[in-house]
């Protein structure tokens, strides 16, 4: 977890990759639907480029099939999910009827002026100020408070600085998971 432009994506690559498990990130899902124009592309694309989520059951909808594939029976990485309570609720019920568990949260730390920065730099489609300061406002209106949430589900929640070198972050991230 983290705001927009913490580098989810970023290191989510890089540990799946290490762990040799799949990462499923609703975002990358969703632009590829997108580009592909798909019925889930058309549907999602005037909520992403509003900057504002894409609603909750179309969500579920793309994780419940994630999760139904072979590869994810031996563990996953989820980027970009859940960023609402709902969400997180429609995972656990996901998660129990497949009899797992999550092992725990990594969460990237990342100061608003900094996101600004490296976001109105990066030039994607959703990258316009007015558009990241909407996705800031949802993240700390509807994502943030998920951690609490998580936290008094008695959910692992690690917390690593998302500002530095990107190796170094992902060996702060190893460390914390003690892998
Ligand atoms: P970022 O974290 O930089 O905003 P993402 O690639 O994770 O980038 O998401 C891009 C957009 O895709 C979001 O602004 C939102 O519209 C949509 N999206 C991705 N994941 C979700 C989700 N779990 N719930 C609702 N909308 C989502």
């Given at each position: 977890m983290g705001p927009p432009g913490a580098g989810k994506g970023t290191q989510g690559e890089l540990l799946a990759r290490r762990l040799d498990i799949p990462r499923y990130s609703t975002g990358d899902i969703l632009r590829q639907a997108l580009r592909e124009g798909t019925p889930l592309g058309l549907e999602a694309k005037k909520f992403m480029h509003a900057g504002e989520l894409v609603p909750d059951e179309v969500i579920l909808g793309i994780i419940g099939e994630a999760l139904?594939?072979?590869?994810?029976a031996q563990g996953f990485l989820l980027d970009?999910?859940?960023?609402t309570v709902a969400q997180a609720e429609g995972l656990s019920e996901l998660l129990a009827e497949k009899g797992l568990d999550l092992d725990a949260i990594v969460n990237l730390s990342v100061d608003d002026e900094e996101i600004m920065k490296r976001l109105s730099t990066r030039g994607r489609k959703d990258d316009l100020v007015e558009t990241i300061r909407r996705r800031l406002e949802i993240y700390r209106a509807d994502t943030k408070p998920l951690l609490d949430w998580y936290a008094g589900h008695g959910v692992r929640i690690l917390s690593v600085?998302?500002?530095?070198d990107i190796d170094e972050i992902q060996a702060d991230i190893l460390g914390s998971l003690a892998l």
């Open positions: 139904g594939h072979d590869e994810s970009g999910f859940p960023r600085e998302g500002v530095g």
